[in-house]
């Protein structure tokens, strides 16, 4: 079952939506709260996104940036405006596909499933990706953490962290790889790469496991999980 939030201050559309997908076995998630779009993203966790342009306080295109910071998940703009521009402009800030009202609901249905396959299906490349070590399941294209029946939210760098620490567990990684891979070129103090590690080791600890992310002072940090049956 796939998770579709609804970002649609029209209450009729959005109950419209959320009934459609609901048909399909799929759960939608409504928003009602427009001033913490990303927060409720955050929460909810998405496989895609249904986002209208014309919203209180802030517009589709300021929440698909702030959504594009944190993900990568599939983001189709519903809107009235027709113009061309709106549609480049929906594609430049980080859409997927853009559907202009009124429309029919099943076509919207049609894309929504056209991108579910092209991420996570059947035309997703090999399937979906994921790095597992030991029961513990990256989704990195979802940013989704996973052990056990638990599931949790990641951000993108903490992301980018835990693959980088999976990769290589249970040998160590060296600050040097991990500065490379969260930060290219750009310069960065040994605090900033503490804060991140702390606040991967508090993301794992939500899963009962926050000790497994070890230190070795003056080298790096290693990822030593334990087995299965000892979980």
């Known amino acids: 079952m796939y998770k579709i939030l609804i970002v649609e201050d029209d209450p009729k559309i959005a109950g419209l939506l959320q009934s ?7 759960e939608g998630i409504v928003i009602h709260d427009f001033d913490r779009v990303l927060d409720e993203f955050t929460a909810a966790a998405p496989h ?6 014309n919203l209180p306080s802030f517009d589709g295109y300021y929440w698909c940036r702030q959504i594009r910071q944190v993900s990568t998940c599939p983001i189709i703009f519903i809107s009235a405006r027709n113009e061309k521009m709106d549609q480049v402009m929906a594609l430049e800030n980080g859409g997927d596909d853009y559907i ?17 396959r092209r991420v996570y299906g059947d035309y ?9 070590q030991a029961g513990l399941v990256l989704y990195p294209e979802r940013m989704e953490l996973k052990l056990g029946d638990k ?5 993108r760098k903490e ?9 290589r567990s249970p040998r160590l990684v060296s600050r040097e790889t991990i500065l490379e ?5 750009t310069f960065v103090d040994d605090n900033t790469l503490s804060v991140n590690i702390t606040r991967v080791r508090k ?4 899963l009962g496991i926050g000790e497994a992310l070890e230190t070795v002072r003056g080298s790096g940090y290693r990822l030593s999980l334990p087995r299965k049956d000892e979980t």
Do not use: C, N
């Open 20 to 26: 459609h997908i609901q048909k399909y076995g799929d």
């Open 48 to 53: 895609i996104v249904l986002l209208d342009v």
């Open 100 to 116: 202009t009202k009124p429309f029919h609901y099943e076509i919207v249905m049609a894309k929504i499933r056209s991108q579910l």
């Open 124 to 132: 997703a490349a090999g399937g979906e990706r994921t790095v597992e």
């Open 151 to 155: 599931r949790i939210s990641l951000t």
């Open 159 to 167: 992301t980018i962290l835990i693959e980088t620490l999976l990769e």
């Open 181 to 185: 891979k969260l930060w290219d070129d």
């Open 203 to 206: 993301r794992l600890a939500e």
